[in-house]
């Protein structure tokens, strides 16, 4: 499955998890945290993930995301799923 996220989405915390669930078909019971979207991700298919605009989860995120970043970037070669950034 092919899913385009756009960093701007990513304004907060909240917002984040609220669009991931919604854009990568994720359970709606998913906790809101860096491990809960871990564990989903290595229980999906895999996935070809682009997300555009990718410099504004750090502008907007700081250092969370980074992690967000740095989870989409494990999960790529752990579960195999493809994971592109467009700046």
Excluded: C
């Excluded at 960093?7 to 990568?24: D, P, V």
């Excluded at 991700?41 to 070809?48: A, N, T």
């Excluded at 989860?57 to 799923?81: C, K, T, V, W």
């Amino acid at each position: 499955m092919k899913v385009l996220l756009d960093g701007q989405a990513f304004k907060n915390k909240e917002a984040t998890y609220h669009y991931l669930i919604e854009r990568l078909s994720l359970p709606h019971y998913t906790g809101h945290n860096l491990d809960a979207l871990w564990d989903v991700l290595g229980d999906s298919q895999p996935l070809e993930i682009e997300i555009y605009r990718s410099r504004l989860i750090l502008d907007q995120l700081g250092d969370y995301g980074r992690n967000i970043l740095d989870l989409f970037g494990d999960a790529s070669i752990e579960f195999n799923h493809e994971v592109v950034l467009h700046w």
